[in-house]
């Protein structure tokens, strides 16, 4: 009986230990600039990625700007970013997703 209840607590440990260290989260913001439109139908999509580790250590080009380029857009109809984070954010990896014409 001791047995199984120590199997059953280490199971869970590790269910729990799993959910907290490998997180994603995904969010819509809007923003208000010049270059931002509210076109209904968007016939691009542009994206951009940077890497952290550590939280001290930046590669890539993930912004705004960046991903217009990567989708040769002028007019942006909306900003997604995402984010992923593994092992409570030793490895971050953010995506700008653009959406424009």
Do not use: E, Y
Not at 20 to 28: D, E, I, L, P, Q
Not at 61 to 72: E, P, R, S, V
């Amino acid at each position: 009986m001791t047995n199984k209840r120590f199997r059953f607590g280490i199971l869970v440990m590790m269910l729990v230990f799993g959910m907290v260290m490998f997180t994603s989260c995904a969010s819509t913001q809007p923003l208000t600039a010049t270059s931002v439109t509210s076109n209904a139908v968007t016939a691009r999509t542009g994206t951009a990625s940077s890497f952290s580790l550590f939280g001290l250590f930046r590669w890539g080009h993930g912004g705004i700007h960046d991903a217009k380029i990567n989708g040769n857009i002028t007019t942006v109809s909306t900003v997604d970013v995402n984010t992923l984070r593994i092992l409570g954010g030793l490895f971050q990896k953010q995506t700008t997703i653009v959406r424009g014409h």
